[in-house]
């Protein structure tokens, strides 16, 4: 198990799929399973490389790689400091 994602590159993903206006049934169609798959790899039970693939074509990336970098470079939102 190796191979799973951390809870906190989880949470950013999902994130990133509600910006986008996808939501995990629209993977699950791509990657050809069920929603419960995504969901249980987006909380790092199950590790599957369709649902990387799916990923990545409905949030843009080359690879999982730079959708895992991509996730882990975002910082938090900061209060108001300006």
Not at 5 to 25: A, E, M, N, P, V
Not at 37 to 57: N, Y
Request: glycine share 8%; hydrophobic share 40%; with cysteine.
């Amino acid at each position: 198990m190796a191979n799973v994602i951390l809870r906190r590159t989880s949470c950013r993903i999902q994130y990133q799929l509600k910006l986008s206006g996808f939501g995990q049934k629209k993977v699950a169609d791509l990657a050809n399973c069920s929603v419960s798959m995504i969901s249980h790899f987006l909380r790092g039970r199950k590790d599957s490389a369709r649902v990387r693939t799916a990923l990545c074509k409905v949030l843009g990336y080359g690879s999982f790689d730079r959708l895992i970098a991509a996730s882990r470079e975002q910082a938090p939102p900061e209060g108001d400091e300006a």
